[in-house]
């Protein structure tokens, strides 16, 4: 097991993440091939219920097997003044290149 964090540009979705860690990838530490195919097989399927039951079939297998053990979820706090030309994304990125004082 490891330490790892992905924020997934906060997007509630199974496919914004587990890929990263279990689909073969170089940050994937268990290469376990069996969890390999059935996200390969969920993020290509555009049967919902295929979908589905491949991630639930990974994931089941992920936490069965104490692969990954989410341990802390946190939210992206943002403070500005009025002074300040800040625009927030939806991703929860904040690109603080892009500011300016008025």
Known sequence: MSFQA???FS?????????TWFKGN??????DPQVQG???????ALDPQLRKDNY?????????????????NYSMNYA???DLNFKPY????PRFVLSSWK
Do not use: M
């Open 6 to 8: 992905w924020g997934s």
């Open 11 to 19: 997007i509630l979705d199974t496919s914004a993440s587990a890929g």
């Open 26 to 31: 170089p940050d994937d530490n268990i290469k």
């Open 38 to 44: 059935w996200l390969q097989t969920a993020d290509n």
């Open 56 to 72: 639930r079939k990974a994931l089941q297998r992920i936490s069965e097997q104490a692969y990954w053990a989410p341990l802390f």
């Open 80 to 82: 500005y003044v009025s």
């Open 90 to 93: 939806p991703d929860e990125l």
